[in-house]
């Protein structure tokens, strides 16, 4: 319970904030920091339990057939990553309430950002890799909207639909992973998953689960070479940037490297994949950030670089670099959301993040110069504070890997030059914003220091990369120690936090970083002259193209098949199956099997020959609408007649009430149709059709053969037994419907519901002239409303009614039932319609059509909450017998009032949609033609 609390606060205070906003900002972002408060306050609860290595799960089935389960689990590395989302999370709260403008909608934005959170945590805090997986995709979803929220300007739209696209194909190339790992392991749950690495590596899916995976991290974490979006997605709310982009949307990638660590790890493929990309990834974002002018820009790209170092870390394949790569994960989001906290104040004070023009802020603002500076140090990684620790541990284990035999020496190499730009942009980023001269044209000056409270998130922050940096075995030892335990799945190895381990090789590597980027950015003038010489690539450019052509090749592929004629789609369609039919008849030596047919009678070979002939009749006059229409029916009628002769009445009844529905709706649409239709088809096209066609008839004719003469295994056996017993009811047909498969059910008259409103919606406003004319040139009768059928149509009313009920109540033993009911009652109304015309009806029934369908679908989906609230599975109906005085004994079963909210759905769906196409058949005088 209280696991699921920690997910359901943030999306339960989702309006909190929305409804307070009419109070005042600082009522808006108290509404926004309640539910994380709590959620923080639950999680702190469970401390002890973490730290001393409980692994707590919470379960609740939910779709065990499919491996889905509502499991979650709190482990150090869930601990770890929900008190930065929740931490973090606050601070950046408090923070908005004052970098946010008057003209920014703040409970939607605080709206946004408890989205955000939510699902963050159910990333970190999911036991099932499916439910993650949801949990995942809605972390990209409502990334989109944070990054995108100023979305009156085109870079944040342009920034949020390439975070989209970019990190929503990296999710698919992650759901096709994890379900080649369930299927390996044979179950999705974390705490078999991450104990079968053995026996994940030795199966030969591996290779391709392992990419897919890693697609699916690589995106989200911003690495090489999908790097890209990251700098873009910076036209966000700077509060934004310092909570998605340095402390959780990205570190969503590295969460999941360490979540998997223990299953996918120790491998070649592993170590080449994950530490080259890395590296690559450490190298690529440290130089491109010295060189970037926005300030947010030098931020993101210092981020990509930062989460490739933790990304080698892993890629090691060593568990002291594990140790490593998570303590880099608290120090860097420590760091980096103060410094875009920093950024977003000097940019908000400024009205600039152009560092050629924020000079010399230092005089103007020494409170946030202060804390930057520290801040931009402890990225740098200079002792006795919390950044040098973890980089020095990074420089050890480079140090220790012999995985490139000979030329294992070029990853150390290679991380100390890193570290160098790293020291390098730091410096940059100190100099040229606090000191440097004077600034220079700005839109707001002279600059001063924010509201008090705007600077006490970034005050935390920063005394954190203080005192861990001093005294990390006092501080962040107790949390590490839980986190590395989970990640490397209890096999923890020796590490020490100790500030100082002698003179060592790793720490002559930080001092050779330190002096190589303080050279490095005094020679930045040739640098900077040698980097503007290079190509301009603009990577949204880039990305705009890349989109446009494959938009362009789908278009051009989409009209290869979409054509837009239903000809083309038929024909498309038969063939299709006529090559299946033809491939799956073709093993079959003997066409016919051991079990004879049943005998034929004259009664079955009439009814048959009738319902052939009708059938070729339709389409033999399918240019005289109505008289197809007449043969059309008869061949619906005659379907009814065979259901009912082979013992089938529920199917015979549904078949007939469907056939008389269909055939009202077809004669009010037709109506406006032309009264010719030219002929479509050439004689040789029509040739082809015949062919195809009778292909069709005669290759589903041999089928049909083939399986009647062929013993088979039906699940019907298994109905017909647990009908009374499971069901209580005597009638299979209407059990399944409302028990055993009442969910499907439920999917499909909601189904029906929405085509009912769409349909509404086209329709309605919609005013079509009729004909005056029949097909043969006489004209319409002048008497609309025909004494007979008035007369007849009222007298048939409480008649039809009274069947309903009858149908309805009698669904559950005998055949009958709710959809039954539900179409005779809607013929019965729609009758009125015809023959009083829609204005006579609706003054009559002064209902909303679409308040029925929706109490249909309400009273449906409560009977399956009902049960659920019980503990029992979704729609489990409750039966037994009951005596009623005067009446006798009787059985009651809520399933009846599920199959009142079919018969409700039912009713309102169809008078929605048969009623409106009265009102379109109104000619321009508003004069009813039916």
Known sequence: MALALIIALPFAGIFLPLLLERFGRSACAFGAGVAPLAALSILLAQRESVFAGEVL??????????????????????????????????????????????????????????????????????????????????TSLSSFLLIGYWNHRADARRGARMALAITGGGGLALLAGILLLGHIVGSFELSKVITAGDQIRAHALYPLTLVLVLLGVFTKSAQFPFHFWLPQAMAAPTPVSAFLHSATMVKAGVFLLARLYPALSESEWWFYMVSLTGLATLLIGAVMALFQHDLKGLLAYSTISHLGLITLLFGLDSRVAAVAAVFHIINHATFKASLFMAAGIIDH????????????????????AALAMVASLAMAGVPLLNGFLSKEM?????????????????????????????????????????????????PKYPPHEPARYMKIPVEVLVLLCLVVGMLPGYTVASLLAAAVGATLNGDVP??????????????????????????????????????????????????????????????????????????????????AVLVLVIYALTPLAPLEGPVALTP????????????????????????????????????????????????????????LSVEVVSII?????????????????????????????????????????????????????FFLENSVSGGGGKNVVNVILVDFRGFDTLGEITVLAIAAIGIFGLLHGLRLAPPRRDYVGRFWSADRHPMILYVLARALLPMALMVSVFIFLRGHNLPGGGFIAGLITAVALILQYIAHGVAWAQERQPVSYHLVCGAGLLIAGFTGLGSLALGYPFLTSAFGHFHIPLIGDVELATAMLFDLGVYLVVVGATLLMLSNIGHVSQDATCKEVL
């Open 57 to 138: 799960i919470a379960r609740q089935g939910w779709l065990p057939d499919l491996g889905l389960d509502l499991a979650l689990r709190l482990d150090g590395l869930g601990f770890l990553f929900a008190l930065l989302i929740l931490g973090i999370g606050l601070l950046v709260i408090l923070y908005a309430r004052y970098y946010l403008s008057k003209k920014d909608p703040m409970g939607r934005f605080f709206g946004f950002f408890l989205l955000f959170m939510g699902s963050m945590l159910g990333v970190v805090l999911s036991e099932n890799l499916l439910l993650m997986l949801m949990f995942w995709e809605l």
């Open 349 to 368: 004070e400024t009205g600039t993040r152009d560092m050629r023009r924020i000079n010399g802020m230092w005089k103007y603002m020494p409170h946030t």
């Open 394 to 442: 990074f420089f050890a284990e480079t140090l220790e890997q012999h995985l490139l035999g000979s030329f294992y020496w070029t990853i150390p190499v290679l991380a100390t030059v890193a570290g160098a730009f790293s020291v390098a942009y730091s410096v940059r980023f100190i100099h040229d914003v606090f000191f440097n001269g004077e600034p220079i044209d700005l």
């Open 494 to 575: 020796a590490y020490s936090l100790s500030i100082w381990h002698g003179f060592n090789l790793p720490l002559l590597m930080s001092f050779v970083a330190l002096a190589g980027g303080l050279g490095i950015y005094a020679t930045r003038r040739w640098l900077f002259s040698w980097y503007e010489g290079l190509p301009s690539i603009d990577s949204v450019l880039v990305f705009e193209r890349m989109m446009k052509a494959l938009t362009e090749t789908v278009r051009r592929l989409d009209a290869l098949v979409d054509g837009g004629s239903l000809q083309r789609y038929l024909l498309l369609m038969l063939v």
């Open 600 to 655: 034929l009678d004259a009664v079955t070979v009439g009814g048959m020959t009738l319902l052939a002939l009708a059938a070729l009749l339709t389409v033999v006059y399918h240019r005289r609408r109505l008289v197809s229409l007449m043969m059309l029916s008869t061949v619906g009628l005659l379907v009814s007649l065979a259901f009912a002769r082979y013992s089938a009445p529920d199917l015979a009844l549904t078949q």
């Open 665 to 717: 709706l077809l004669v009010l649409a037709l109506l406006f149709m032309p009264a010719h239709t030219p002929a479509e088809s050439s004689s040789l096209r029509m040739f082809r059709d015949v062919l195809i066609a009778g292909g069709c008839g005669v290759a589903i004719a041999l089928l049909t053969f083939a399986a009647l003469t062929r013993p088979y295994d039906s699940i019907a056996s």
